[in-house]
């Protein structure tokens, strides 16, 4: 609240404090398309918003990412359509505030139930490098049905192995940290076979540098959550940047529940 308030650190962003009720539980992120009459469902997945291992530290804009989510079973994923979903989109029709478009609800599966801890109207990141990985349809078909209202009787195909996203951060984040690195390995990555995909970067003099605090996603996958685990770790390992960290136990919750 000092930082906030007194020294400003997030400028006029940082000026106000709500005050709300403490949810504790394991979170899961779930999105769906919406034309504004016929609801698409995406699939699960599991961001892990604390910079440091075994959900400590600060709080970031996520440190990687995992799909499918384990938690979010059939009979949570109806609940979370039938109580949450289906009635804030009612109600923003009623708003005469049709949406069309990706509806992400953040949830906290408390001992209470689920309980709704954020909507954003887009993608999550990093919930989309392993989302938007696992999906075999085409895109931009999709996104074109939404806009015109078109998304009766679509169906999504998705890729049934289990993907992993490891973000790859900045020495200080989500403190202050230093930009200009030389960002060595992403392709020994991508011949791996990972994804990576760029987030805090720039291209000079035909060499990559860092410059953000997010730097980079490495995307992996296999045939259950072990596997997806160890193919984008292996990738993750040939890159290099001066400060870089990330976190070493992405999927945590998904592999604890494969060892039950
Ligand atoms: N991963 C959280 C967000 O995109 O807001």
Not at 19 to 33: D, F, K, N, P, Y
Not at 34 to 63: F, W
Not at 124 to 152: F, H, Y
Not at 245 to 253: L, N, S
């Amino acid at each position: 609240a000092r930082e906030m308030l007194v020294d400003k650190k997030f400028g006029s962003a940082g000026q106000k404090i709500i005050v709300e009720e403490c949810l504790s539980g394991e979170e899961a992120s779930i999105l769906v398309v919406t034309d504004g009459e016929n609801i698409v469902p995406l699939v699960s997945s599991q961001d892990h918003k604390r910079a440091g291992e075994g959900d400590t530290g600060p709080n970031t804009g996520g440190m990687g990412a995992y799909s499918p989510a384990p938690v979010v079973d059939d009979a949570l994923f109806s609940e979370v359509m039938e109580s949450v979903v289906k009635p804030t989109l009612e109600a923003m029709k009623k708003e005469d505030a049709v949406y069309k478009g990706v509806l992400y609800v953040g949830i906290m599966l408390t001992d209470d139930g689920p309980k709704v801890l954020e909507y954003n109207v887009r993608f999550g990141d990093p919930e989309t490098q392993v989302i938007l990985s696992r999906l075999k349809s085409d895109l931009a078909e999709l996104m074109l049905a939404t806009a015109n209202g078109d998304l009766s009787g679509v169906e999504l195909e998705w890729d049934p192995d289990e993907y992993v996203c490891v973000v790859l951060a900045a020495g200080g984040y989500p403190g202050s940290y230093e930009k200009g690195k030389e960002i060595k390995g992403i392709r020994d990555a991508e011949q791996e076979g990972a994804l990576v995909f760029h987030a805090g970067t720039k291209l000079q003099d035909g060499k990559i540098l860092t410059s953000g605090g997010r730097v980079l996603n490495v995307v992996g996958k296999g045939s259950g959550i072990k596997e997806a685990v160890k193919n984008t770790y292996k990738a993750v390992e040939k890159i290099s940047f001066d400060g870089m960290f990330y976190r070493k136990d992405i999927a945590h919750r998904a592999i604890a529940r494969v060892k039950a």
